[in-house]
């Protein structure tokens, strides 16, 4: 199907999923090579997990999960499809973020550090118990087949309004955990002095910002949306009806006058197209 301007959001994604990989390229070399490596043993290879499975779950997962509706090639698979995939890359990226979370908590439970005394741990908590909130609206909405049209139609924008929202709550949390971390890990040479591993998680922390930027920009463009069944049905309807006045034929009685020639594959196209349409009409929203 047609999009405007598809080379443009093909560059984008592209420069997205790209940004997206380094940054988790970026995070892991940090980890392994910058820092303690991995474990879990309540020591600071536990803390690594945090921002591991932050930016990949959080940022990555969670930031591919917003824009999977506008992928054009999947415009053909039904609307429920996307919506499975769309709420799986949630809940996954909501598993490793709880994951992240409780690798954090135990941290600083056996080191007998302080729970939630800084702005990162109070926005960071808050985007996740949001995140969440909007995880089970999300499902009760827009997967439970009894819940109305006009309630899924009144709650569409809310429901993109705060999961915009959050994303970026979670890029600025981020950003605040990387900067605390490099004050409090970097000692001697110390952050101030721009040892090679600030320089690099500075790059990462510019990486994370680029990559909401994009995600944001995709999100956002009008264009872009994926077409309502209703526009997809006219679209498909096109393809099949000769130009008006052609024939004097409408959209109803084309088959007869197809200029493809095709009048067969129209027919069986339409008609396998109806039974879809019905179902998504009933989950078009
Ligand atoms: C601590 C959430 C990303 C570094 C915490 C705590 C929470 C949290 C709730 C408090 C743990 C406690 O009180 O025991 C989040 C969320 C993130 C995120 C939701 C999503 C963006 C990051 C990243 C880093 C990071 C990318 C980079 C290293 C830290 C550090 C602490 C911490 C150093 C311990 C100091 C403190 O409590 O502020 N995080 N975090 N965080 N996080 Fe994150
Ligand atoms: C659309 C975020 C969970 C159903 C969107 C959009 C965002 C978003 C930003 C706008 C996308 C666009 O305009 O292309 C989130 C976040 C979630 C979440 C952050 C998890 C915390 C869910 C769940 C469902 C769901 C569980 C249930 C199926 C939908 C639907 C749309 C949508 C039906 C409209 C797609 C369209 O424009 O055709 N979501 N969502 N969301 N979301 Fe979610």
Redesign the pocket.
């Known amino acids: 199907l047609l999009m405007k301007n598809f080379k443009q959001f093909l560059v984008l994604f592209v420069s997205a999923l790209s940004v997206g990989f380094v940054s988790i390229v970026f995070?892991i070399r940090w980890v392994l090579y910058f820092k303690e490596g991995l474990a879990w043993d309540g020591g600071l290879a536990e803390?690594n997990w945090?921002?591991l499975l932050?930016?990949i779950g959080?940022?990555f997962l969670q930031g591919i999960a917003i824009i999977v509706y506008r992928l054009p090639w999947t415009w053909k698979c039904s609307k429920l499809t996307m919506k499975c995939i769309h709420a799986g890359l949630n809940i996954l990226a909501f598993i490793l973020?709880v994951v992240?979370?409780v690798a954090?908590?135990d941290?600083?439970?056996a080191q007998n550090?302080?729970?939630?005394?800084?702005l990162?741990?109070w926005?960071?908590?808050a985007?996740?118990i949001l995140y969440a909130l909007q995880l089970v609206l999300g499902l009760a909405v827009y997967l439970v087949p009894a819940t109305p049209g006009f309630v899924r139609a009144a709650l569409m924008p809310v429901h993109v309004y705060s999961g915009l929202f959050i994303f970026s709550s979670?890029?600025a949390?981020?950003l605040?955990?990387?900067t605390?971390?490099l004050i409090?890990g970097l000692k001697d040479p110390k952050y101030k002095d721009s040892p090679p591993e600030a320089v690099f998680v500075n790059v990462l922390g510019v990486l994370l910002s680029i990559f909401g930027g994009l995600i944001l920009w995709i999100a956002t463009r009008p264009d872009w949306k994926r077409p309502s069944d209703n526009q997809l049905r006219l679209a498909h309807s096109d393809d099949l009806t000769p130009a008006p006045g052609a024939n004097g034929s409408t959209a109803m009685t084309t088959s007869a006058g197809d200029p493809t020639g095709q009048e067969g594959g129209g027919e069986a196209r339409r008609r396998g197209g109806g039974k879809a349409e019905d179902t998504a009409a009933r989950i078009s929203i």
């Not at 550090?113 to 800084?118: L, Q, R, W």
């Open positions: 995070v803390f945090h921002p932050i930016v959080f940022i973020v992240s979370l954090v908590f941290f600083h439970n550090i302080p729970n939630m005394y800084s990162h741990s926005v960071g908590l985007a996740v979670v890029i949390t981020a605040m955990g990387i605390e971390k409090f």
